[in-house]
């Protein structure tokens, strides 16, 4: 399976900022929509941000609006996450996700199941 590769994630005080870097293979997912995720220890894993392939529509969750900027460069397809005013309740493993079965959708998947590769997670931690 085509392998995304996540990079950024550190330790950082609260208020404080990070940007996460997703680079994929080749162009495999230049027409394809592209998300970040996050997991908590003992929480469900949930959608912070997506973007549709043209970067033209994007999701924010409700925890981020404000915070946080997805944004994605297709000459090199890679797709970013700004995080901005960071908390401590930010802190997670970070993961990419991007969706290979439609191609050149419009749309900005929240869910989960819409994606079907996945990198193996970058930890963020937020100190307060």
């Known amino acids: 399976q085509v392998q995304l590769v996540e990079s950024g994630g550190g330790l950082v005080q609260a208020g404080g900022s990070l940007r996460l870097s997703c680079a994929t293979p080749?162009?495999?997912?230049?027409?394809?929509?592209m998300a970040w995720f996050r997991q908590a220890p003992g929480k469900d894993r949930e959608c912070v941000a997506a973007?549709?392939?043209?970067?033209?529509?994007?999701y924010y969750g409700d925890s981020v609006k404000g915070r946080f900027t997805i944004s994605r460069d297709n000459a090199v397809i890679t797709v970013y996450l700004q995080m901005n005013s960071l908390k401590p309740e930010d802190t997670a493993v970070y993961y990419c996700?991007?969706?290979?079965?439609?191609?050149?959708?419009?749309?900005?998947?929240?869910?989960?199941?819409?994606?079907?590769?996945w990198g193996q997670g970058t930890q963020v931690t937020v100190s307060s």
């Open positions: 996700a991007a969706d290979s079965k439609r191609r050149y959708s419009g749309s900005a998947y929240s869910a989960e199941s819409e994606y079907d590769h």
């Open positions: 080749g162009r495999t997912f230049s027409a394809s929509a």
């Open positions: 973007i549709s392939w043209t970067g033209a529509t994007t």
